[in-house]
């Protein structure tokens, strides 16, 4: 009966490959935490990003909540008769009311999706320089 080659996992393939090429050893504990702390990281910016959008949904809802509370509060005094003069006057009034009130909540949902995306973005601008310099103490090891 032949003798059936022993079984050797990949790794082991690529580690006697890189000793038969006098290939410099590769730290594989070294590259799997790497690795980790990447995924970490986007996991942080992801949750942080996912936080950001959950905080300007819930305030896009109160500003709908407080817009449709104030349609119906100017819904409820068209009810009562008067003069043209003031009904005009009254339609003015929210016109730029409700103009003002967009104009603001639109400031204030774009600065929340500034911050949202800022926090993101720090996370793996941190994660990015991290990863530098664990290549260049690993470069320099080598040297």
């Known amino acids: 009966m032949a003798k059936q080659p022993e079984s050797h996992s990949f790794m082991d393939m690529f580690a006697k490959f890189g000793e038969e090429l006098k290939m410099p050893k590769v730290d594989v504990d070294a590259i799997l935490d790497h690795h980790r702390k990447n995924l970490e990281a986007l ?12 905080s300007i949904m819930a305030r896009q809802r109160e500003m709908l909540e407080a817009s449709l509370h104030e349609i119906s509060d100017m819904a ?31 400031g204030e949902v774009a600065d929340m999706m500034k911050k949202s995306g800022g926090e993101s973005l720090d996370i793996l601008r941190n994660r990015i320089k991290e990863a530098v310099s664990e290549i260049r103490q690993g470069y320099d090891k080598n040297s």
């Open 43 to 54: 996991e942080k910016s992801a949750r942080a990003t996912a936080a950001g959008a959950s």
């Open 76 to 106: 409820q005094s068209y009810r009562a008769p008067g003069m043209p003069k003031d009904m005009m006057a009254k339609q003015a009034d929210f016109a730029r009311k409700s103009f003002e009130t967009a104009v603001k909540n639109a």
